[in-house]
């Protein structure tokens, strides 16, 4: 049972460099998020997709832009890294709406350093 | 007021002991409420569905209070397993994104 895939695990990038954080779910769920978490700090939305082609704003957008393809696919890229941007990263899919049956899966995170 | 609002912790408690958490939303358009556990550098992880009528899982009980917008967990008999951070969730009515408090982290001590 894969759930919800995320890749890499760590990575080091210097300041204005660019990247992509892949992530990727097996369960047919349409609604994906990214999120970021800081140290002692709780989950922050960056982006959200409801749907292929469709994306919105979450609470933290600058800096980041995302894409969604495909239902499976919901990469999140960083154009110029900056070292506010470093965080643990976490993709999240569920079905929709988030309801009592229908929890948000998370992925194991992307722990990202910028230098 | 922030949107999620915990009790700031730690806590830090013997086996066996109870603990309660608290939560308050400020939205009282919220519509569905969880409790997610998150371990150190691990990803949260659902604990648990918050229903009106309150719930239980085992040793954990759950109950919302949506007059006082306010959500409750209760951890009984508490074991070293439970050490944990434990974040309270809340979803807007018609909304997809989930609006995640900062978390009250939990040390249960032998």
């Known amino acids: 049972n894969a759930g919800v895939t995320q890749t890499p695990k760590f990575r080091i990038l210097k300041i204005g460099q660019s990247m992509t954080l892949q992530c990727a779910q097996d369960m047919n769920h349409n609604y994906m998020y990214w999120y970021r978490q800081d140290p002692g700090m709780g989950l922050k939305l960056i982006y959200y997709?409801?749907?292929?082609?469709?994306?919105d704003k979450g609470e933290v957008p600058n800096g980041y832009n995302v894409s969604r393809s495909t239902t499976e696919d919901f990469p999140l890229r960083l154009e110029l890294a900056a070292p506010s941007q470093t965080s643990v990263y976490f993709c999240?899919?569920?079905?929709?709406?988030?309801?009592?049956?229908?929890?948000?899966?998370f992925g194991d995170g992307t722990r990202l350093s910028i230098l | 007021r922030k949107e999620v609002e915990q009790d700031p912790g730690p806590f830090n408690v013997p086996e066996g002991a109870t603990v309660a958490f608290n939560c308050t939303y400020s939205?009282?358009?919220?519509?569905?409420f969880f409790w997610y556990r998150q371990d150190c550098r691990k990803e949260p992880k659902l604990l648990m569905s918050?229903?009106?009528s309150g719930n239980e899982d085992g040793r954990f009980t759950a109950q919302l209070n949506r007059a006082s917008q306010y959500i409750s967990l209760l951890i009984r008999d508490s074991k070293l397993s439970d050490s944990a951070t434990y974040l309270c969730v809340v979803n807007l009515a018609g909304q997809g994104n989930l609006i995640f408090g900062k978390g009250t982290k939990l040390s249960v001590k032998p």
């Open positions: 918050v229903y009106s």
């Open positions: 939205n009282s358009a919220s519509q569905s």
């Open positions: 997709s409801v749907g292929a082609g469709i994306t």
């Open positions: 999240a899919s569920s079905l929709p709406p988030p309801g009592p049956n229908q929890p948000q899966h």
